[in-house]
Every structure is written in structure tokens, then in C-alpha cells.
């Protein structure tokens, strides 16, 4: 059986069990029964448990490095529908895409090892940072399309404020998807779990796009 075994097979068993029970409440013996191994099969693959964290980190980086939260064709989007849509579209993009394995599981690793490792911090600092920077292009765009009446100079500004708000409410909303993923059985060959629709935290988030819509076109 432990031939079969990858080290991205063992990378996503911890992601897994970790969602459920932490990576520091994780074990060795957590992450060999999910895989149907033996612990000590684990070390055909790595040196230690830190060993395993410390990939795991590195794995999820180069995910998130690979992601953007806008679309590449923002200047059609944005000419072709109101302000409010295109971000309205953007925003939810953005919180979908953390609701879906893998992003999930990484998004609860690393927010939950940001605490303990310098690196997971430094990976969340990171994604905040690019996701203000790709806001401040959809605001530029719509701004050069004439669309909202800003300063330029209040980009960064106004973009780190609301990317602030959406990141709150993502938090908020993921915890509670996260809670009834934790009161439901798994299911669904390879899957980690099975989500029922949810519109309430999405309505919740338009609001918020809504207003920060009118105040860019005061």
C-alpha cells in the first residue's frame, strides 16, 4: 500500500484532517489511518511531522500564488455592466472559490498556522496584499471608464478598506460553512464534504458591495 503513496497524497491527507481537527492537533497516526498506512510509511516521504507541516505551507503558497481573484478580461467586464455588477461578480467569484476544495482546506490551514509559523503569516500578508492590488486595477478601470468619481490618489485607500470588509465577512461566512461541514458526515467518493446552498452570507456581502458602490459615485 505505502508505494502507492505520494507526498501530495500525504499533503492532502493533512489538509484534510487538519480541516477537522487543526494541523498542531494533527498527528502522525491522524494522517497514516486516513491514508490506510502504516506512520512509519510516512517516512519513505519526509524527514518529521514539522517536516510535513513545513511542505504542506510550501505547497499551499504555490497554490495561492497561481490564483487571481479577477477576471483577465476585467476591462471588457467592466465596460460592458454597471459598477455595482462588476463587483458584485468579483466579490462573489472570490468567496465561492474559498468555499470549494482544495482552497477551503488551505485557506483554514494556513489562516489557522498563521499564529505559530512565520511563513503562514507571511503567505496570508501576501494574498491580502494581492488581492488589494488586483482591487486597485478593477477600481482603476472602472475610474478611467469614467464610471466613478474618485481621486486616483484614493485607490490604494479605498481598496485596502474594502478588500478589510470583504476579508471580514469571507471569515465570517467560511466559519459558519466550516461549522456545518463539521456537523455532517462526509460524503462523495474523493470529496471532503457536501455543502448545501446558502444565499444568506451572499446577500450579506451585496449589501456591503451596494454601498460601497454608492459612495464611489457620489
Known sequence: ?????????????????????S??????????????????????HFESRSDIIEQTTNSCSEYLKSLSFIP??????AKKYP???VLKGIVSRYVKMH???PLFQI????????YFD?????????????????????????????????????IPGIAKWFCSGINDLLNRRLLDRKQAVMQNPKSGEGELFTLQADDRGIEEINGLVEQFTRLLCI
Open 118 to 154: 512565520l511563513r503562514a503569516a507571511k503567505i496570508v500578508r501576501e494574498q491580502n496584499e494581492k488581492l488589494e492590488s488586483q482591487t486597485e486595477i478593477v477600481l482603476e478601470t472602472i475610474l478611467r471608464l469614467g464610471k466613478i468619481k474618485i481621486a486616483v490618489e484614493q
Open 1 to 21: 500500500m505505502s508505494e502507492k503513496i505520494t507526498r501530495e497524497n500525504v499533503i492532502k491527507s493533512l489538509l484534510d484532517t487538519s480541516f477537522y481537527k
Open 107 to 114: 485557506y483554514t490551514f494556513i489562516e489557522s498556522q498563521k
Open 23 to 44: 494541523a498542531g492537533g494533527t498527528s502522525l497516526s491522524d494522517i497514516a489511518d486516513s491514508l490506510g498506512i502504516k506512520k512509519a510509511s510516512l517516512y519513505n
Open 72 to 77: 483577465s478580461e476585467i476591462e471588457s467586464v
Open 99 to 101: 468555499e470549494k476544495p
Open 83 to 85: 459598477v455595482e455588477t
